[in-house]
């Protein structure tokens, strides 16, 4: 089991991370949501639970719950710049379908 941040990501996290002060990495889960069932969830994270799950990739931390690694197991975080758009995408090989908006995914 492994979830990946590409260096992008990394850097982008860092970047972040330095300005915020602390922190010990990000925590990235799921929750229900949206029309397809579950959508994506990325916040800082200070404090880790005894369950938790730590990744390291690039030098970042990445954090997932027990319940929500059976969803993310070997996704990649990558951050992207579209034209004036940007933001993480997650590339998830359990992804079975999305909905239109990209909001939320279903296994």
């Known amino acids: 089991m492994a979830i990946t941040m590409t260096p992008a990501a990394s850097d982008h996290v860092s970047k ?9 990495g990000v925590r990235l889960g799921v929750r229900t949501s949206g029309c397809s069932g579950m959508a994506y969830v990325l916040e800082f994270v200070d404090d880790i639970q005894d369950e938790d799950q730590v990744f390291e990739s690039d030098g970042v931390n990445i954090v997932i719950d027990p319940k929500s690694l059976l969803y993310l197991d070997g996704t ?6 579209e034209g004036l758009n940007e933001g993480f995408k997650f590339n ?7 909905c239109g908006c990209g909001e939320s ?3």
Do not use: A, S
């Open 92 to 98: 998830n090989p359990n992804v079975k379908n999305e």
């Open 16 to 24: 972040y991370l330095k300005t915020r002060g602390h922190g010990f």
């Open 105 to 107: 995914f279903n296994i």
């Open 76 to 81: 990649e975080l990558d951050f992207v710049k």
